[in-house]
């Protein structure tokens, strides 16, 4: 079974603290995602990695930036947190197909909450 | 830019009904269709996929299908049951300008009382 882990599931931080949200996969899959998700805005893809040391903005990258280091780890950071990032993240990975027939695997997510 | 639509938002049936579930699409062209199941608070569990050559998928009482043409997608779910309830998200792959990304609906939440 692929096993997709993120460091927290509830986080409570103060508006211009940095934060690390880390997720790890256990499949060697090439590809990891980081979405959020809101209320009346469903999920929306903040960054992903195809690669090692590779990244790409998504739909709403601001405020965001992303590490992949190892293969099996992409942590997202807020460099300054604020209130408009209170949210759930969710982390999610997949085989790299040429035909992107494989689905994604996703973690428990983590609910943020900026004061 | 590619849109995907659920209706409706949410759903409530009693146990053992047949329920079908809607999904949209603006941009036919996609590599394929996902439905996925989010539990509250949880993160999401694939359910089907359907790759854009197909027309339909099953898995024990769900059946998925596709009408790229018209931009449509269906979940049925046969014989409901109180463990169906949860949030049931759609999402397509491709589309002219998104490569790569997944775009999900927004969702219907089922509530299947017993």
């Known amino acids: 079974d692929v096993k997709v882990t993120q460091s927290s599931r509830y986080l409570v931080k103060r508006t211009g603290e940095k934060v690390f949200l880390e997720c790890v996969q256990d499949?060697?899959?090439?590809?990891m995602f980081w979405y959020r998700q809101d209320p009346g805005l469903g999920l929306r893809l903040i960054y992903f990695?195809?690669?090692?040391?590779?990244?790409e903005k998504g739909d709403i990258p601001e405020g965001y930036s992303v590490s992949r280091e190892k293969k099996e780890r992409f942590s997202l950071i807020l460099e300054s947190a604020s209130t408009n990032q209170t949210s759930m993240y969710l982390c999610?990975?997949?085989?790299?197909?040429?035909?992107?027939?494989?689905?994604?695997?996703f973690g428990p997510g983590t609910r943020l909450l900026v004061l | 830019k590619q849109e995907v639509t659920q209706i409706p938002a949410a759903l409530s049936v009693p146990e053992g009904e047949n329920l079908v579930l809607n999904c949209s699409f603006t941009?036919?062209?996609?590599?394929?269709l996902q439905w996925f199941r989010q539990d509250p608070g949880k993160g999401l569990t694939s359910l089907l996929l359907?790759?854009?050559?197909?027309r339909e998928q099953t898995s024990g009482r769900l059946n998925a299908s596709l009408d790229k043409s018209s931009g449509r997608s269906t979940l049925y779910i046969a014989a409901s049951q109180p463990g169906d309830s949860a949030t049931y998200l759609c999402?397509?792959?491709?589309?002219?300008?998104?490569?790569?990304?997944?775009?999900f609906g927004q969702g219907t939440t089922l509530q299947v009382k017993p």
């Open positions: 999610a990975s997949s085989l790299w197909d040429i035909s992107f027939q494989e689905t994604q695997y």
């Open positions: 499949m060697d899959h090439e590809n």
């Open positions: 990695s195809y690669d090692v040391k590779m990244k």
């Open positions: 941009d036919s062209a996609i590599y394929n």
């Open positions: 359907i790759q854009s050559s197909q």
């Open positions: 999402a397509v792959l491709g589309g002219s300008s998104n490569t790569g990304k997944l775009i």
